[in-house]
């Protein structure tokens, strides 16, 4: 005899294998009998898993997951964008020109709800709607940390069955999970936009979170706002800030802050993002985002540099209609799409883990954050700096940047001498 057991093992079906498993969830949001339970695992990735006891075999997880299927991917789009929204205030806010929030504001218009990351208060990152200005600036500006997707593309299937029109923003992974999704519940998409963000990668929440935890403990208090994109500065340089409830500051800048340098030297983004399918021309989203590295000003237009440019490409008709919408609440100039994308490297590639990834997670559980910092996180090197300068230098982006601050120190060094001078 046959027990029900023995035949719901011939038809489980086969989840993408774990260093390939983006953590999209396009499975766990599809099941309608509860049967996929989610697991974080030590670097605090979230791991989906069959409930053999639940599951019926119905193999729609298998058919939702982009890594085994369909991608989504549209064709090269014809026209790209380098733009920024006409708000100082918003793009000072926002990682790049701010086109996040421009898009959500049309969208919020046309009484809609947008969906993007935020924190809670506990520092866990998770995507949420929004109704309006007061949740939405919480989802504004990049988190350099992998968010959890909960339950968020069945909130969307019920926004589109009322009619709402809604707005999903998120890694590529997300958005074809979440198209996967709606795809299999036969969900009517015509209300729905979607922004793909070029991604270098997400990295651990478990090593995020020891960090600030090592910055309270610095700072002797608990932390109140964190920011990974402080314009302070300069747009260029990924400079981070992080505020404290005693009212100090921990200002990171991109060469020397613990965070920032794991992150760069990739020793803790999500194993599925040293193989991400992702990183290529043809992108999943109505429109895609990303910052404008390789911009040069043409005669006549108008320069964003120190606060930020995005790049936009809209790569379906509706994202072509929608930004003809937005345009009087952008500065704008159109680029030959291949042009714009040659200066941002992660259109082309994913970038490999490094190979002291595992000697560092070895470290790192054995003797904690502060234990990794001299071995792993060191400053990086002049000799590195300098290359970035030159590499980048041929764009005109971060040279420009450091003349600047050359300039800007040499300077403060002849006010000082100056005054020494005076009063000697
Ligand atoms: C993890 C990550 C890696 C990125 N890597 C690159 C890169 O290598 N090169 C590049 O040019 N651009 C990269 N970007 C995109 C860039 O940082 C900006 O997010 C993008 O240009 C949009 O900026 P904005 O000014 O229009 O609006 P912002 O307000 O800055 O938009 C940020 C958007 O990202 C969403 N978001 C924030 N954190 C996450 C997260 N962890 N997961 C999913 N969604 C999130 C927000 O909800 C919002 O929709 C990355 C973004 C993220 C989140
Ligand atoms: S096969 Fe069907 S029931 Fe089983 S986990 Fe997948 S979606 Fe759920
Ligand atoms: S659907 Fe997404 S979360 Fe589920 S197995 Fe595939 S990649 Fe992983
Ligand atoms: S790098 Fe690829 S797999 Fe990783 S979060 Fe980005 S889109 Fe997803």
Redesign the pocket.
């Known amino acids: 005899m046959i027990t029900s057991n023995a035949k719901l093992r011939i038809n489980l079906p086969k989840l993408c294998d774990t260093e390939s498993c983006t953590g999209c969830l396009a499975c766990y949001n599809v099941c309608s009998h509860d049967a996929i339970c989610l697991d974080v695992d030590e670097e605090g990735f979230t791991r989906p898993t069959i409930n053999t006891d639940k599951c019926v075999g119905c193999k729609k997880c298998e058919k939702a997951c982009p890594v085994l299927g369909d991608k989504h991917k549209h064709k090269i789009p014809d026209e790209a964008y380098a733009a920024w929204s006409v708000n100082k205030n918003i ?1 000072c ?9 421009v898009i959500a504001d049309y969208v919020f218009r046309h009484n809609g709800v947008v969906f ?3 924190f809670d208060k506990d520092w866990n ?1 998770r ?1 949420i709607a929004t109704f309006g200005e007061k949740d939405f600036s919480r ?9 959890f997707i909960g339950t968020t593309y069945r909130e969307v299937h019920t926004y589109l069955s009322q009619g709402k029109m809604v707005l999903f ?3 590529p992974c ?1 958005i074809s999970g979440l198209k996967s999704f709606l795809s299999l519940v036969k969900c009517e998409t015509e209300k729905l936009y979607t ?1 793909d ?6 990295p651990s929440p478990v090593i995020f979170k020891a960090y600030l935890e090592y910055l309270s403990v610095q700072f002797k208090s608990p932390l109140k706002e964190y920011n990974y ?1 402080d314009k302070r500065w300069s747009w260029k340089r990924y400079n981070s800030v992080a505020s404290f409830k005693n009212h100090k500051k921990h200002y990171g800048k991109w060469e020397e802050d613990y965070f920032m340098r794991g992150f760069l030297r990739e020793y803790f983004l999500r194993p599925s993002c040293h193989q991400c399918a992702f990183a290529t021309e043809q992108r999943c989203g109505d429109f895609t ?3 404008y ?1 390789g911009y040069r000003r043409n005669a006549g237009e108008k320069d964003n540099k120190d606060r ?1 440019i ?2 936009v490409l809209p790569n379906t008709q509706k994202a072509k209609e929608l930004f003809s919408h937005i345009k009087d609440n952008l500065v704008y100039y159109q680029r030959v799409p291949s042009e714009a994308m040659k200066g ?3 259109f082309h590639r994913c970038f490999p883990a490094s190979n002291i990834r595992e000697d560092f997670w070895r470290d790192f559980r054995e003797k904690g954050f502060e234990g990794v910092i001299d071995k792993y996180l060191y400053p990086e090197e002049i000799q590195a700096q300098f290359k970035r300068v030159y590499k980048y230098g041929r764009n005109g982006v971060i040279a420009i940047d450091y003349y600047h601050q050359i300039k800007n120190k040499l300077k403060s060094f002849a006010r000082t001498t100056k005054k020494k001078l005076l009063h000697a």
């Open positions: 793009v806010r926002s990682s790049s020109g701010g086109l996040y929030s993007g990351a935020a990152l995507h989802t504004r500006g990049s988190k350099y940390v992998a968010s923003s998120g890694t997300q922004i963000l070029v991604c270098h990668g997400v994109r985002l990303c910052d590295w930020g995005s790049l941002n490297p992660a």
